[in-house]
C-alpha cells in the first residue's frame, strides 16, 4: 500500500469518528438516557441529510516542503452519493 493511500483512510476514518462523535454528543444531550440511541439511529439520521455545505481547511506536510501545504474551499454533499470538494 502506498503512503497516500494510507494516510488517506486514515484521514476518512477519522473524519468518520468526528461525525459519530458529534451525532452521539447531540443524541446523548437529547436524551437523559441515550440507551435508545446507536448506529442504527446514527445511519436513520444521516439518511435524512438530503444536502449539506461546509467550509474546510487541509493542512498537509511533506518532507520535500518547508512549510505545510494549506488548501481550502467548500465540501457540498447532495443525497445519495455526490460529494464535491
Excluded: N
Excluded at 30 to 51: C, H, K, N, T
Amino acid at each position: 500500500m502506498r503512503p497516500g493511500r494510507a494516510s488517506a483512510r486514515l484521514r476518512a476514518m477519522l473524519c468518520g469518528g468526528a461525525v459519530a462523535s458529534i451525532f452521539c454528543t447531540a443524541a446523548s444531550a437529547a436524551s437523559p438516557a441515550g440507551a435508545d440511541w446507536g448506529l442504527p439511529q446514527l445511519m436513520r439520521e444521516l439518511a435524512e441529510v438530503r444536502s449539506a455545505s461546509g467550509e474546510f481547511t487541509e493542512r498537509t506536510t511533506m518532507h520535500m516542503l518547508k512549510a505545510p501545504l494549506v488548501t481550502f474551499g467548500t465540501l457540498k454533499y447532495v443525497a445519495p452519493d455526490h460529494l464535491w470538494k
